[in-house]
């Protein structure tokens, strides 16, 4: 898990290319990641944001996640799963 404070603005300003870079690290090496807070900002001004967010949310490798509590459900979830 990552708290979104430590990765700064260009991580989610998709044009950068960070975010897609970074995650494809992770998801090469089979590393399930979550980013924790609340990105409602950045999301509400870029619809492509709001769209990867939605894909990656519905998958196993990355999470957008507001706050610990929705983490645990989602582990629920999947451990039950």
């Known amino acids: 898990m990552i708290p979104v ?7 989610l300003d998709l044009k950068t290319r960070i975010a ?3 995650i494809q690290k992770f998801v090469n090496y089979q ?5 924790l807070g609340d990105i ?6 870029s619809k492509p944001l709001r769209d990867f967010v ?15 509590a929705e983490l645990d459900q989602r582990l629920a979830i999947h ?3």
Not at 5 to 11: M, N, T, V
Not at 31 to 35: E, K, N, Y
Not at 54 to 68: H, K
């Open 5 to 11: 404070s430590r990765l700064g603005d260009d991580f």
């Open 20 to 22: 897609g870079e970074v």
């Open 31 to 35: 590393i399930r990641l979550a980013i």
């Open 40 to 45: 409602s900002a950045w999301a509400d001004t």
């Open 54 to 68: 939605y894909e990656t949310n519905r998958g196993r490798s990355l999470w957008f996640i507001r706050d610990l």
């Open 79 to 81: 451990v039950a799963g």
